[in-house]
């Protein structure tokens, strides 16, 4: 019997990081989350163009939620090109609005969007007019945190029922400071690898096929978790 048949699926909610690590259009990332604190002062992730043409991409962020109201997200270089196989280090640092030192928890977004440069270019649209501008999108956003020195993840677990009352599968929330890192999960004598990055206030269903707890989930940054 393989793993598949005890646990099929992982269903991700919210801005749960799993992502593949390359985007529509061929550009890789070296991070699929980003995490940091005052003692780092700032974080970064590597872009690579693995395409066959030349690409401009453009960065931005903005705040995932209320808590970061006041704080702001820094990105630099702002903007980029890269032929293919060049890579580009994109540096970011939280501050607040009015320039002072940013204050934890934050938790923003960065955005990119990107075009390819040997297109041909597109005519600016008249204002108001959203027509002709497929050529620049928004391609991927990177969840980034900005948390205390030594903040923790805190996971709450749950069965989730069927609506005929089976079990559906086990929702794990992060109600906690800093992502929960989720790498294995344990049902009796087998256990099934997972590789979960749950942010702060967000959850993740992990699927069972119907199985019923006991399950145990183990985390690279916190203690067990047992759903009885």
């Not at 700032?42 to 970061?68: H, M, P, W, Y």
């Not at 032929?83 to 501050?95: E, F, L, N, S």
Request: aromatic share 8%; no cysteine.
């Amino acid at each position: 019997m393989t793993f598949f048949d005890f646990f099929p699926r992982v269903t991700v909610f919210a801005a749960l990081a799993v992502l593949s690590g390359v985007s529509q259009a061929q550009i890789g990332f070296s991070h699929n989350w980003l995490e940091f604190s005052p003692a780092d002062k700032s974080t970064a992730v590597v872009f690579t163009n693995e395409g066959s043409q030349a690409i401009e991409l453009e960065f931005a962020s903005r705040l995932r939620d209320k808590r970061s109201a006041g704080q702001r997200l820094l990105v630099y270089p702002p903007v980029t090109r890269l032929g293919p196989g060049q890579k580009q280090t994109i540096r970011v640092m939280a501050q607040a609005v009015d320039g002072s030192p940013a204050r934890t928890p934050a938790f923003f977004w960065l955005d990119y969007r990107y075009k390819n440069l040997e297109d041909a270019e597109t005519p600016a649209p008249a204002p108001g007019d959203t027509a002709g501008r497929v050529s620049l999108r928004t391609a991927v956003s990177l969840p980034v945190s900005y948390v205390a020195n030594g903040a923790k993840p805190r996971a709450a677990a749950r069965v989730l029922p069927a609506d005929d009352g089976s079990v559906r599968g086990i929702v794990i929330a992060n109600t906690g400071q800093a992502a929960l890192r989720v790498h294995q999960m344990q049902r009796g004598a087998v256990t099934a690898p997972l590789k979960l990055t749950i942010l702060p206030g967000d959850s993740a269903l992990v699927e069972t096929g119907g199985l019923a707890p006991p399950f145990r989930f183990l985390a690279k940054n916190h203690p067990e978790i047992d759903v009885l």
